[in-house]
């Protein structure tokens, strides 16, 4: 959940608390079965690639190799996106954006795989020992997009997946082909958010559920940024001095009326909460590359 907490300072800030005890059992699940993989693939969601990664997983994975997948490219700004993958492959991480409903996932973490574990291969070649199927752990945040990142690759459906955060509870071992074996894993968060920025950029991906979001906070948030740019007024045909007129407005578009006189304000919040989730206010990356990873 949300609290309130007065700093040193005086000043106020929100913490940020979201661990349910699924989430306690799976991170100890992770730690028994990490010995069982060769290498671990990290999605992150583009749009928010710093709030979208796990410290838990750096603490997790010791010196398995590492992939970094940035997920939802299609919801995120192009040139933003590219900037990311770059900085990761100059830290020699293995880095790549997917749009995971039209690229072909396999033929690229096939490829990236390969790269991770050449020397390792290498190695056992040059001792007689034939390498058996690389084994990954997938990991990420909820609605990071693991299950459909899972399906793609093994160009089957084998996982349920939904756009809420929490669906997969449970680790499942995919075998891909005979060069590839995936570990699905759920959905992790860790303790506790200190600083807001993070917390509003996984509320704005859907990381976050819903009833622990501080909604007014985060709309206003995402309704100063957004509304810099001129390509969001035109999207939604009016301009408005603020966020209470915006939302106005933006009942009045959907119909969002009332028994009584009035428009449903409250709805529109959330319409516009899911507008901003699904991607349809157009390509937006919350966090530059300037910004601490």
């Given amino acids: 959940m ?3 907490n007065i700093d040193n300072n005086g000043v106020n800030k929100t913490v940020i608390n979201w661990f349910p005890g699924h989430m306690t059992k799976a991170r100890r699940e992770m730690e028994k079965r990490i010995q069982q993989v060769d290498c671990i693939i990290e999605l992150r969601d583009a749009r928010a690639v710093r709030a979208s990664h796990n410290p838990l997983i750096d603490e997790l994975r010791g010196n398995k190799p590492l992939l ?25 991480i293995e880095a790549l954006a997917l749009n995971l409903t039209k690229d ?16 390792k291969h290498k190695k056992q070649l040059s001792r007689g020992i034939k390498p058996r199927a690389t084994r990954a752990m997938v ?12 399906n ?22 995919i075998k891909v082909n005979e060069r590839i074996e995936l570990m699905d894993t759920p959905g992790l968060l860790w303790q506790k958010f200190e600083d807001d920025i993070t917390g509003l950029h996984l509320a704005l991906t859907n990381s976050i559920a819903e009833r622990v979001l501080p909604l007014d906070e985060v709309l206003q948030y995402a309704y100063e940024r957004l509304s810099a740019k001129d390509e969001f ?10 966020l209470e007129d915006f939302l106005v407005e933006f009942a009045k578009t959907r119909k969002f009326h009332l028994n009584h006189d ?7 919040k959330k319409a516009f909460l899911k507008d901003i989730q699904d991607g349809k206010i157009g390509r937006y990356s919350w966090e530059l590359l300037d910004e601490s990873i």
């Fill in 139 to 150: 990991t990420g945040i909820p609605n990071v997009g693991k299950s459909t990142f899972i």
């Fill in 104 to 119: 072909n996932i396999l033929n690229k973490i096939d490829k990236k795989i390969a790269l991770l574990m050449q020397e």
């Fill in 262 to 268: 009035g428009f449903d304000i409250e709805l529109a």
């Fill in 152 to 173: 793609r690759v093994n160009e089957k459906k084998v996982l349920h997946t939904g756009n809420l955060p929490g669906v997969t509870r449970s680790l499942k071992l």
């Fill in 68 to 92: 970094i997948v940035l997920t939802k490219k299609d919801k995120a700004d192009e040139y933003i996106t590219e900037q990311w993958v770059r900085f990761f492959q100059s830290k020699q």
């Fill in 2 to 4: 949300f609290m309130s």
């Fill in 233 to 242: 007024h035109k999207h939604y045909g009016f301009a408005a001095r603020n």
